[in-house]
C-alpha cells in the first residue's frame, strides 16, 4: 500500500472507487486515476475497479476528446468506458458501457506513455459515469474537453428579389442545449444553387443571433448558407435558404 500511495496522485484528484463516490470531472482541467485490478461486468465477483471513476455532465449531441499520460509505457490494452446517466453501482455489473474506446497511444506504439481518445454524438443528457481501463496499480492522468452541439435556424426570406443588386437580409439563431453559443456567423452564397459557396460576409454571434444583408450579385437565381463558426466548447453548425428567384 506503501507503494501505492507514492506512485499515485493526490487523493483529492483522484478518481472514484465506485459510482457513488466519483467526483465531476472538470473539462479541461487535469484528472488522475490509478487503474484497477477488476473489470466491471468482466466475470470476476472482483470489485476493485481501481480510482478510476469519474461523473461526467453530458449532453445530447456532445463531442468529447481528451488525453493523457500513464505513469508507465506498455499499456496496449488501456482504454476508456462512458456509461449512460441510468447506470449505477448496483447495476454496473450487469450493465455495457455505451463506449467503450481503446486509447491511442502518440506513435502508433504502446511503448509511449501518452494517449488520446474521443467519442462523438453522445446519445443522452445527464451525468454519465467515466471509468478508465488502465493495468493493475497503473497511475493515470488526462484532461478531457467536451464541445456542444449546436443548431441554426433561419429567418425567412423572399421568394424573389427584383435585381441582382438587391440585398437579402440574412437573420439566424445559433441556440444549444448546453447554453448559450459563441462564436461567429459567416454568410456564403452560391449562384443557382449549385457549385462552390463563397463567403460573403463575418459577423459576431451576438446574444444567440447575428444578421447580415448579403445582394444576390448573380442572375437567374441564388441560394444564401449561414454558417456557425464556433469558439471552443462548441461544434459548428450550419443552414441554407430555399434559391431565391432574381428579376
Not at 507503494?3 to 467526483?23: D, F, H, V
Amino acid at each position: 500500500m506503501a507503494a501505492l500511495a507514492i506512485g499515485a496522485p493526490a487523493s483529492a484528484a483522484e478518481g472514484g472507487t465506485r459510482i457513488a463516490n466519483a467526483p465531476l470531472a472538470q473539462w479541461g482541467e487535469p484528472e488522475d486515476g490509478i487503474g484497477a485490478h477488476d473489470i466491471p461486468g468482466g466475470g470476476s465477483s472482483g470489485t476493485d475497479f481501481g480510482h478510476a471513476f469519474w461523473g461526467v455532465r453530458v449532453f445530447a449531441g456532445d463531442r468529447i476528446s481528451g488525453s493523457g499520460s500513464e505513469g508507465t509505457s506498455g499499456g496496449c490494452l488501456d482504454s476508456m468506458w462512458l456509461y449512460d446517466p441510468s447506470v449505477s453501482d448496483a447495476t454496473l455489473q450487469s450493465s455495457k458501457a455505451t463506449f467503450k474506446t481503446a486509447v491511442t497511444h502518440s506513435g502508433g506504439t504502446c511503448n509511449s506513455r501518452t494517449y488520446r481518445w474521443s467519442w462523438n454524438n453522445i446519445p443522452w443528457t445527464g451525468r454519465a459515469t467515466l471509468w478508465g481501463d488502465f493495468a493493475y496499480q497503473q497511475t493515470f492522468t488526462f484532461v478531457a474537453r467536451v464541445s456542444h452541439r449546436t443548431r441554426i435556424r433561419l429567418g425567412p426570406v423572399p421568394r424573389t428579389v427584383p435585381l441582382s443588386d438587391a440585398a437579402v437580409l440574412l437573420r439566424a439563431s445559433v441556440t444549444s442545449r448546453a447554453g448559450k453559443p459563441s462564436g461567429l456567423c459567416a454568410f456564403d452564397r452560391r449562384a443557382h444553387g449549385r457549385g462552390r459557396w463563397h463567403q460573403v460576409r463575418r459577423v459576431d454571434l451576438a446574444g444567440r443571433s447575428c444578421s447580415a444583408r448579403v445582394a444576390a450579385d448573380t442572375t437567374g437565381s441564388v441560394q444564401f448558407r449561414v454558417r456557425f463558426i464556433p469558439d471552443r466548447g462548441w461544434l459548428p453548425s450550419a443552414a441554407a435558404t430555399s434559391r431565391v428567384l432574381i428579376g
